[in-house]
């Protein structure tokens, strides 16, 4: 039997101790949606099926609640969860899990059903062990590919498995009861077999087994989903290896790049406003009768029964700053609205969203003609308002639903202002004018659409609703780009969340790491790795070695861009702050761009010293054992306080 190498032995003994720490260290029940995700877990293991949405039980769930009180869960809390609830449906957290994908739970399914009749706390416990034995087969996965795009010797062989064993954030992590462990355990499979097909040439074993994990990805999580897309350009790259192929493989991938483009991404909606519908046309045209310029809002009339919850048809969030200007004061809402035939529909729809997700709507009914006409009316921005939009909305309640409905000059205007008469804006763009000889200033930005920006075609969204998370529109990540001015603060904390949760910031995101420079320190360790990757990169590479950097640049894009926009999609309801779990599948790929940054930046300087490779790597060696101690102390400091 082949020996295995001394770097993997040490990472799976370095990763097993630290999972096993991770395992006793952090109290019941405090990770993420743990006591959701072990409820999947018993209903699959005590009734040998996957459960339905909505099923629960209640004994189960008491037992949960009742382990959770024991642990000190709610500690800091106004309230426990109603162990006598009428219905049973005792509160174990928000967030259900039961329409995920099995695999995982399957998995952990298997030591539950084995201690069924053991107490919940054991249960829970036994079930993360089995997260232990995934963080075991990424390490393991992260050494293969660590051998695959380097030379024997190479410190990287070291650097990236021992690494990934000692990351504080992603051990904590893989030894929770949560769905992202699989995720990241089964993907990081998949980037070594398909690095390998790559560097090596297709060959029937690692064909299959990688392609069957692969496969297995879309039974774990969405975050995993892009493993199968990925192993099919493994694929087509091992091919472009040699002669021809190579040529004609990188052709038809521009031409399939470039023909997918031109399908997916058009020119004239307005700028500034997000899209929620699904009509073919330009939510922005040129209309002769336009009150001011010569653009309108161009909305597709809609019934109730087409509608199918979308009838909001476009929203703009009020910037901050402006935001900050409105609170608690009352504001005048109105719009120059016109449509093919009449209808009765909804004025603009002002939206206060509060920091508890409710929310008060301000809007009212209005029967529309179709000539041009100023309607108006008072509404109140309540002091805790932490988001303030106004969506444009087409659903008719009255008429038909056939034809356009436009919208002209729409105004959010500080104070109470006549109803019955239209500002007198300075220019087309409505920013500025006069209102019953008041100078008034528009919180809205493109008001009279005078804007065009980009847009997805409809099929771009549909596909979206299907496969991204929540149903989200893909357009909900463009409007994002257009309007930075709204989304600049949560790509700010996002980048900043990201950075925290992928060292260390653990339970449910609650207990941070001890120190006031600590992530400062961490932050700098970050950008060194990253602008030596940057520096030393460019350095002659073989063709194979290119392709097989090329898959995991892809890879690293794709998973670390959709984990950072995955909040984008919250922005109109309430702000969600993503973490590095959704990102930690391509955590191998991740650790060799930090660590060939480090060592490219290091090497030179140990050289110019005269110091020793091996004392190098110990000496980075010691620094992650250090930031593990500190993590651990953080943790035990903050539970034990």
Not at 37 to 56: D, M
Not at 568 to 596: D, E, H, K, S
């Amino acid at each position: 039997m082949k020996r295995l190498p001394l770097a993997l032995m040490v990472s799976l003994l370095l990763a097993l101790v630290h999972g096993m720490i991770y395992v006793w260290l952090m109290p019941p029940w405090q990770h993420y949606d743990e006591p959701n995700h072990f409820e999947y877990t018993w209903l699959l293991a005590n009734r040998l099926r996957l459960p339905e949405e909505g099923e629960y039980d209640p004994d189960m769930r008491r037992a949960v609640a009742q382990s959770m009180i024991a642990a000190g869960f709610f500690r800091g809390m106004d309230a426990l969860p109603d162990l006598e609830a009428p219905d049973g449906e005792v509160w174990i957290g928000t967030y259900e899990q039961l329409t995920e994908p099995p695999i995982y739970y399957a998995l952990t399914a298997i030591p539950v059903w084995l201690l069924r009749s053991a107490p919940i706390t054991t249960q829970l416990y036994a079930a993360r062990l089995v997260s232990v034995s995934l963080l075991l087969v990424s390490i393991w996965a992260i050494h293969g590919l660590a051998s695959e795009i380097t030379h024997p010797g190479s410190p990287l062989r070291w650097m990236l498995p021992a690494g990934a064993a000692l990351l504080p954030g992603y051990v904590e992590m893989m030894t929770s009861v949560n769905n992202d462990v699989g995720a990241a355990a089964f993907m990081a499979l998949v980037l070594w077999g398909t690095v390998r097909l790559v560097m090596r040439g297709i060959s029937l074993w690692t064909l299959l087994w990688s392609g069957a994990v692969a496969g297995i990805c879309l039974l774990v999580k969405e975050t995993s989903y892009l493993a199968f897309p990925l192993w099919l350009v493994g694929v087509g790259l091992a091919v472009m290896r040699k002669g021809w192929w190579r040529i004609l493989a990188w052709t038809g991938l521009g031409a399939a790049g470039l023909l997918a483009l031109l399908l997916s991404i058009g020119w004239g909606d307005a700028n500034t406003w997000f899209r929620r519908t699904d009509q073919s046309a330009n939510d922005r045209q040129v209309h002769a009768n336009a009150p001011l310029g010569q653009a309108v809002f161009a909305l597709q009339l809609m019934d109730t029964g087409q509608a199918q919850g979308d009838q909001v048809q476009l929203t703009q969030i009020v910037p901050a700053e402006t935001l900050q200007t409105l609170r608690g004061e009352k504001v005048t809402v109105g719009a120059w609205i016109w449509a093919d035939t009449p209808a009765t529909l909804s004025m603009p729809i002002l939206l206060a969203i509060k920091a508890d997700r409710e929310n008060e709507q301000a809007y009212n009914p209005v029967e529309i003609g179709t000539t041009p006409t100023f309607y108006a009316y008072i509404a109140y921005v309540p002091e805790d308002t932490s988001i303030l939009m106004l969506n444009l909305s087409s659903l008719v309640t009255g008429g038909s639903a056939g034809g356009q409905v436009y919208l002209d000059g729409l105004v959010l205007a500080r104070g109470e202002h006549p109803l019955g008469e239209a500002p007198s804006w300075d220019a087309a763009g409505a920013e500025t004018g006069t209102w019953g000889g008041v100078r008034v200033v528009n919180a809205l930005r493109n008001a009279s659409a005078e804007g065009a920006g980009l847009r997805f075609y409809p099929w771009v969204d549909r596909l979206g609703k299907r496969i991204l998370p929540d149903n989200s529109r893909p357009s909900q990540f463009l409007y994002s780009l257009v309007d930075f001015q709204v989304s600049e603060g949560y790509y700010r904390a996002t980048a900043k969340n990201m950075l925290q949760t992928f060292w260390g910031k653990f339970g449910w995101g609650h207990v941070f790491l001890e120190g006031k420079y600590t992530y400062w320190a961490l932050a700098v360790v970050t950008v060194v790795g990253l602008l030596g990757c940057g520096l030393f990169l460019w350095r002659k590479l073989n063709p194979t070695r290119a392709l097989a950097l090329l898959l995991l640049g892809i890879a690293l894009a794709s998973v670390w861009g959709l984990a950072v926009i995955r909040g984008v999609f919250y922005l109109i309801y309430w702000p969600f702050i993503p973490g590095a779990r959704y990102a930690f599948p391509v955590l191998g790929a991740t650790i060799g761009v930090l660590a060939f940054g480090w060592w490219s930046l290091v090497c030179p300087i140990g050289r110019w010293l005269k110091l020793p490779d091996g004392l190098l790597i110990g000496l980075m060696g010691v620094g992650m054992l250090a930031l593990d101690i500190w993590s651990m102390l953080s943790i035990w400091s903050y539970y034990a306080g």
